[in-house]
């Protein structure tokens, strides 16, 4: 009878020990989830500073002809700026530091390598560029 209750004791203390590693396992797996989710990305928008969320992509456009080192480019925004600009976000040039209007666009070269990758070189938004004209 001993022997019997011994090793229901003994079920019972593997049974209760495999339960809680169970869910202290799952509770770390949703805490290693929610603060990768919540890590910052690597890429900002170079208009309102506002960091790209996995999916979202930067509005551009980048002339012709495309088999030269480096083209001309325009940079409209993200989707927090551009089309229509969110609540608190402003559209601030890099170049001169003055508010970009919500149809300007920060104009930019793109340098193709031979590597595959690519480079962007803001040069200004389109107002300071046409006061440089001037």
Known sequence: MEFILLFAAILLIIF???YFAFFRRNSKSKKFAEKNSSRATLVNCPICGSPLLKGQNIISKVYRPMNVPDQRCTVSGCPNCFPI???GVKRICPVCA???PQDGYLVSRL???TQGKKHVMIVGCNQCLHNEVK
Do not use: T
Request: charged share 25%; glycine share 0%.
């Open 111 to 113: 340098f193709n390598r």
């Open 85 to 87: 600009c969110k609540a």
């Open 98 to 100: 003055k508010s970009i």
């Open 16 to 18: 209760a020990l495999s």
